[in-house]
């Protein structure tokens, strides 16, 4: 996902590419909350297949949007 994005610099102003901006962002989301609650893929791996390189800023980001760390997420929607 995030190789499809532009530079958020470009994004700031442009009220259409900040709309798909906070899209894609969304996506990645929910793309991580099914895996987490569905799979036992580790979080790292998860991290990496939405879309984010570095897994500190996935789990900054998780955090910051759910207000649970994936790992926490996970525990507290298991379905497998």
Do not use: W
């Not at 995030?2 to 900040?18: C, H, K, R, W, Y």
């Amino acid at each position: 996902y995030l190789s499809n994005l532009p530079d958020l610099d470009a994004v700031i102003g442009d009220d259409e590419m900040l709309q798909d901006y906070s899209y894609y962002l969304h996506e990645m989301q929910k793309s991580a909350k099914y895996l987490l609650s569905e799979t036992t893929t580790p979080i790292d791996c998860i991290a990496d297949t939405v879309g984010y390189k570095d897994t500190k800023t996935f789990y900054r980001l998780f955090k910051a949007t759910l207000g649970m760390s994936p790992g926490e997420y996970r525990k507290t929607s298991r379905k497998v």
